[in-house]
């Protein structure tokens, strides 16, 4: 499994972005049991910004972002999730990684990182 993270970019602050993280190699039979999104400052350690259940439910936002941020699965595509990021601060910089936990027949439940993508607020 894969998980390929996309939509990155150069913003203006109060600007908006949509990060997506895409799966690939899960075969037909799969379940993502959790996902969250996790950015990484220059400097600074990487930190939760957002994660729920495969489910949907048990949303959770890191207080910097609560109200800005959504983080969601995608209605059309089982092996996609969202971050829609809006009203971006300056602090909002960094890179940001999805971390999704799939279960397969084959792997059972297996943890797995996206390559990160940049994202850059300007003020």
């Known amino acids: 499994v894969q998980l390929q993270a996309s939509g990155g970019g150069l913003v203006q602050a109060g600007g908006s972005l949509r990060l997506s993280c895409a799966a690939s190699g899960t075969g037909t039979f799969f379940r993502v049991n959790t996902v969250a999104w996790y950015r990484q400052a220059p400097g600074e350690e990487r930190e939760l910004v957002a994660s729920m259940l495969g489910s949907g439910e048990r949303v959770k936002y890191a207080d910097s972002v609560k109200g800005r941020y959504t983080i969601s699965r995608d209605n059309n595509a089982e092996n996609t999730v969202h971050l829609q990021m809006d009203s971006l601060e300056p602090e909002d910089t960094g890179v940001y990684y999805c971390?999704?936990?799939?279960?397969?027949?084959?792997?059972?439940?297996?943890?797995?990182w996206g390559q990160g993508t940049q994202v850059t607020v300007s003020s």
């Open positions: 971390a999704v936990n799939i279960w397969t027949p084959v792997t059972g439940s297996v943890g797995y």
